[in-house]
């Protein structure tokens, strides 16, 4: 009896087992065989081997690689399947211009992601012929060619598609649907079509996406770049998208230069009264789209639609000083905001001024928005320019000069003693970027020191004998350094501040707080040669857009030769 248990509970484990390693089966081009079992650790070969031991349901795993030939292509599906690549980059399956890759069997379901499709060939859907429910995420399509309809996928009627974050990229019909075509109902979210054609002697319509009779589809937040249809005689347009006689909704997608003989963008063909909804589109500018020659063909409704715009904050700034650009396609025609999405993140924005420089130049939108720091390198009125697709939107800016002004006081003695004779130096310092003009440095000297002279190698310096004002007065401080010298006698023993005022047209760009300039008279001699730097040697004198008279900085300066310098700012 326990020898039939324990056999028992090991087929119910090994019965087990198998059911777990057919439900998740394993591919890898170049570690597995198709003798394996399919395991993770002894995985299959061919997708073949994959698709066709997995149970129904089940998922096949895709380790990187190439996979091509033989068991790689030409490979009908006829069960429910989940087909998961490792990466959408690195697992490629590739026809190598001879073989189609998926037919997919009516009544099934599948789901397919991670993976690219490359080079494959077939009459209808060079790379996947759909007659059942397909959902494909995360997929790239490149250079699958179709000598009838569907470049790269092409769904038959009464089925159903879904097409998620797929990139389509040069894949060519010979007839219609460069990348995309269908009879049936197809819902594209947030894919990229880029240079994708119809082309050929037979060329038709619909250079990325053709929508053929009974199909009823939905293309949102899609980017179309490039796509055309070859303008012969007999053939009709429609370069991204073509609708004949079915349903659509497109919005907030992107259109660019894409291009056919009716319709660049989009052309629908109907006999019916029905009204295609293209409504919160970005159609590559400002424009009504309608009014654009030949963008646009047939009754499609795309008003509103989306415009770009940009904004600067702060839009004046001070030369060193930045702004933080805002370029938008969040409006739409007459200002109103965009409501319910937005387009292709990725979309790219251009900066330039002739006042400065913008980091990053290009921008891509994320959540309709995109990005760039302007730093100005030239002062005055200029534009701000954001350019994207075939508009411009400019910003006007103003860039006003800055100045970093600042103080340093020197004494040509220490400790003075009574009745000793004594220099203040005074030297005004701007480091740019920009010139100052204007500029009034004053003080006042303290009583208990006498003025003796004053002199100035740049600007004039007056003395004022009843409110014992020194001012100094400059019209243009360069970057560099003038200097103010002030002789005054000790009177009295004691310590004495002196605070200097400064004031200046230009902005200042240093905020520092001025600090006292002080000096101590000694009673009895006690001179030397030492110098003592501004606050209490060296301190910064912000500059401000004040138009204080220069007068005021002279006072400034008597102030430090006083004794008692306390910091202020004008």
């Given at each position: 009896?326990?020898?039939?248990?324990?056999?028992?509970?090991?087929?119910?484990?090994?019965?087990?087992?198998?059911?777990?390693?057919?439900?998740?089966?394993?591919?890898?081009?170049?570690?597995?065989?198709?003798?394996?079992?399919?395991?993770?650790?002894?995985?299959?070969?061919?997708?073949y081997q994959g698709i066709n031991n997995v149970d129904e349901n089940g998922t096949v795993t895709i380790a990187d690689g190439t996979y091509t030939g033989t068991g790689n292509t030409n490979i009908t599906i006829n069960?429910?399947?989940?087909?998961?690549?490792?990466?959408?980059?690195?697992?490629?399956?590739?026809?190598?211009?001879?073989?189609?890759?998926?037919?997919?069997?009516?009544?099934?379901?599948?789901?397919?992601?991670?993976?690219?499709?490359?080079?494959?060939?077939?009459?209808?859907?060079?790379?996947?012929?759909?007659?059942?429910?397909?959902?494909?995420?995360?997929?790239?399509?490149?250079?699958?060619?179709?000598?009838?309809?569907?470049?790269?996928?092409?769904?038959?009627?009464?089925?159903?598609?879904?097409?998620?974050?797929?990139?389509?990229?040069?894949?060519?019909?010979?007839?219609?649907?460069?990348?995309?075509?269908?009879?049936?109902?197809?819902?594209?979210?947030?894919?990229?079509?880029?240079?994708?054609?119809?082309?050929?002697?037979?060329?038709?319509?619909?250079?990325?996406?053709?929508?053929?009779?009974?199909?009823?589809?939905?293309v949102t937040g899609c980017t179309f770049v490039g796509n055309s249809v070859d303008p012969i005689s007999s053939s009709f347009g429609g370069g991204a998208i073509y609708v004949y006689d079915a349903t659509l909704k497109?919005?907030?997608?992107?259109?660019?230069?894409?291009?056919?003989?009716?319709?660049?963008?989009?052309?629908?063909?109907?006999?019916?009264?029905?009204?295609?909804?293209?409504?919160?589109?970005?159609?590559?500018?400002?424009?009504?789209?309608?009014?654009?020659?030949?963008?646009?063909?047939?009754?499609?409704?795309?008003?509103?639609?989306?415009?770009?715009?940009?904004?600067?904050?702060?839009?004046?700034?001070?030369?060193?000083?930045?702004?933080?650009?805002?370029?938008?396609?969040?409006?739409?025609?007459?200002?109103?905001?965009?409501?319910?999405?937005?387009?292709?993140?990725?979309?790219?924005?251009?900066?330039?001024?002739?006042?400065?420089?913008?980091?990053?130049?290009?921008?891509?939108?994320?959540?309709?928005?995109?990005?760039?720091?302007?730093?100005?390198n030239h002062i005055g009125i200029g534009n701000l320019n954001a350019t994207s697709d075939n508009q411009t939107v400019i910003k006007e800016l103003t860039v006003n000069p800055a100045s970093y002004l600042y103080l340093?006081?020197?004494?040509?003695?220490?400790?003075?003693?009574?009745?000793?004779?004594?220099?203040?130096?005074?030297?005004?310092?701007?480091?740019?970027?920009?010139?100052?003009?204007?500029?009034?440095?004053?003080?006042?000297?303290?009583?208990?020191?006498?003025?003796?002279?004053?002199?100035?190698?740049?600007?004039?310096?007056?003395?004022?004998?009843?409110?014992?004002?020194?001012?100094?007065?400059?019209?243009?401080?360069?970057?560099?350094?003038?200097?103010?010298?002030?002789?005054?006698?000790?009177?009295?023993?004691?310590?004495?501040?002196?605070?200097?005022?400064?004031?200046?047209?230009?902005?200042?760009?240093?905020?520092?707080?001025?600090?006292?300039?002080?000096?101590?008279?000694?009673?009895?001699?006690?001179?030397?040669?030492?110098?003592?730097?501004?606050?209490?040697?060296?301190?910064?004198?912000?500059?401000?857009?004040?138009?204080?008279?220069?007068?005021?900085?002279?006072?400034?300066?008597?102030?430090?030769?006083?004794?008692?310098?306390?910091?202020?700012?004008?």
């Open positions: 009896m326990l020898v039939l248990m324990v056999f028992i509970g090991l087929c119910v484990v090994l019965t087990a087992s198998s059911v777990s390693a057919t439900s998740t089966v394993y591919v890898n081009a170049t570690g597995g065989n198709d003798a394996n079992t399919g395991t993770i650790d002894s995985p299959y070969q061919t997708l069960k429910n399947v989940n087909i998961t690549g490792q990466s959408q980059n690195g697992t490629i399956i590739n026809g190598t211009d001879i073989n189609w890759i998926f037919i997919i069997t009516s009544g099934v379901n599948v789901t397919i992601r991670n993976l690219t499709f490359t080079n494959g060939i077939a009459f209808n859907g060079g790379a996947i012929l759909n007659h059942g429910i397909l959902s494909i995420s995360d997929c790239t399509f490149t250079e699958n060619t179709a000598t009838n309809w569907g470049g790269a996928i092409f769904g038959e009627s009464f089925n159903t598609m879904s097409l998620t974050d797929c990139t389509f990229n040069k894949n060519t019909a010979l007839h219609g649907g460069g990348a995309i075509a269908y009879l049936s109902i197809c819902n594209v979210t947030n894919c990229t079509f880029m240079y994708n054609s119809v082309k050929g002697d037979d060329s038709w319509c619909g250079g990325a996406i053709g929508a053929y009779a009974g199909s009823n589809s939905t497109a919005n907030f997608n992107r259109f660019y230069n894409n291009s056919g003989r009716l319709g660049d963008a989009f052309a629908f063909n109907t006999d019916s009264n029905v009204l295609i909804n293209a409504e919160n589109n970005w159609w590559g500018s400002n424009v009504d789209p309608t009014t654009v020659r030949n963008l646009i063909y047939g009754p499609v409704d795309a008003n509103p639609w989306v415009i770009l715009t940009v904004n600067a904050t702060p839009s004046i700034i001070n030369n060193g000083a930045t702004s933080a650009i805002t370029a938008d396609f969040n409006h739409i025609n007459g200002g109103g905001d965009l409501v319910g999405g937005h387009i292709p993140d990725g979309t790219p924005v251009t900066y330039s001024s002739t006042l400065g420089n913008c980091n990053p130049v290009t921008a891509t939108t994320v959540n309709g928005i995109a990005t760039t720091l302007f730093t100005p340093n006081v020197t004494s040509s003695k220490i400790n003075p003693t009574v009745g000793e004779t004594f220099i203040l130096t005074y030297k005004l310092s701007n480091s740019g970027p920009d010139n100052a003009t204007n500029v009034t440095m004053s003080f006042q000297i303290p009583a208990g020191l006498e003025f003796v002279n004053a002199t100035v190698d740049n600007g004039t310096v007056t003395y004022n004998s009843t409110t014992r004002t020194i001012t100094w007065t400059l019209f243009n401080v360069e970057v560099g350094d003038p200097y103010l010298y002030l002789t005054v006698k000790a009177l009295g023993s004691g310590s004495y501040s002196i605070t200097p005022t400064i004031t200046s047209e230009t902005f200042n760009g240093n905020t520092d707080p001025l600090m006292p300039f002080s000096i101590s008279v000694q009673a009895q001699n006690n001179s030397n040669s030492n110098t003592v730097n501004a606050a209490s040697t060296t301190k910064t004198i912000p500059m401000q857009t004040t138009g204080m008279p220069i007068a005021g900085l002279v006072l400034a300066i008597l102030a430090v030769l006083g004794g008692t310098l306390v910091p202020r700012k004008k």
